[in-house]
């Protein structure tokens, strides 16, 4: 598969799972107002700019890992969700650590701070320090 397509009649969908395929954008699934779960790792996806309206609110996980995301700023297209509570991001060049270690640094925050209801990134729990530390960062 290579294009999200022809689900727009689906209204009752609440678990979608298109994992490894050749996905290269997401497209508007917004019609899909039951979507609770969106599946789309091992993609090759490289930008979020569409989620803002083309995402519905209701979705509680999204699984974006292993696909070609390269800005990492591109999360902010993920603010409307709500109720996104699972995020997954491993992965993808916008969260690759380089070797040197001073110009490493740690996307959670930042992450967390578009995403305010997530309860777990990549897997790892945000706890309350966390998230005050998201606040405090951005």
Known sequence: IKTIENL??????EHLDLSGNAITYITDMSSLKNLKTLMLHKN???????CSSSLPGSIAT??????????????????????LDQLTL?????????DEIECQ???????????????M???????????LKAEWMY
């Not at 090759?44 to 569409?50: E, H, Q, V, Y």
């Not at 640094?105 to 309860?119: A, E, G, T």
């Not at 990134?121 to 998230?131: N, P, Q, R, W, Y």
């Open 8 to 13: 727009s009649q689906n209204v009752h969908l």
């Open 62 to 83: 999204l699984t974006l890992s292993d696909n070609q995301l390269t800005e990492l700023r591109d999360v902010s297209h993920l603010a409307h969700l709500s109720r």
């Open 44 to 50: 090759k996806i490289g930008t979020l700019r569409s």
């Open 121 to 131: 990134l990549d897997g790892i729990m945000v706890g309350a320090k966390e998230s």
């Open 90 to 98: 491993a992965e993808n060049t916008c969260i690759k650590q380089p």
């Open 105 to 119: 640094f740690d996307h959670r925050p930042y992450v967390i701070n578009w995403c305010l209801s997530l309860r």
